[in-house]
């Protein structure tokens, strides 16, 4: 299989249902912004040398595959068999559940904190901003995306934060309030 198909170079895509579209469509900015964070992710993983935590984003970089498949197919063509493309409660819990296990470890936060710190806690802050900024494309779709994929992605940011403060304390980096 080739990596290059040239279907694209006018500008144009296909969803998993073979609609063509523009590659400026707001379901094509979506899970680009999904696809940027999965990257992100990549990068944090990089530099991160936290097994607990390189862990967990391991685990969120299949969920966010499956989500960018989800938003790739708004005709919800893609078989209720095909488990790897979905998200469920579950899922949502056991984002929950990480960062309930997280801040067990982390002082209560009283103040805004500015983003920052170690390599790996300054990673997981930018992406925590594109986690957020792929929410705000997903929330505005038509038809509305699965809720599950929304309170998942809702979740993520907050647990990338708890992460990122995380890191910077298992990194010995003091926190910067605001």
Known sequence: MKIYTRTGDAGETSLFDGTRVSKHD???DAYGEVDELN?????????????????????????LFAIGARLADPA??????VTKAAITPDDV??????IDRFELELPPLRRFILAGGSP???????????CRRAERRMVSLQPPVE?????????????LF???????????VTEVEW
């Open 93 to 98: 819990a056991r984002l929950e559940a990480l």
């Open 147 to 159: 809720s599950t994929l929304i309170r998942y992605i809702n979740r993520l940011s907050d647990l």
């Open 76 to 81: 919800a063509k893609i078989a209720d068999r």
């Open 120 to 130: 790996g806690g300054a990673a997981l802050h930018l992406a925590r901003a594109v």
């Open 39 to 63: 990257a992100g992710l990549g990068v944090v993983r990089s530099v991160i040398g936290d097994p607990e935590i390189d862990a967990a984003l391991a685990q969120i970089q299949r969920d």
């Open 162 to 172: 708890v992460a990122g403060r995380l890191a910077n304390k298992r990194a010995g």
């Open 26 to 28: 707001a379901r094509v």
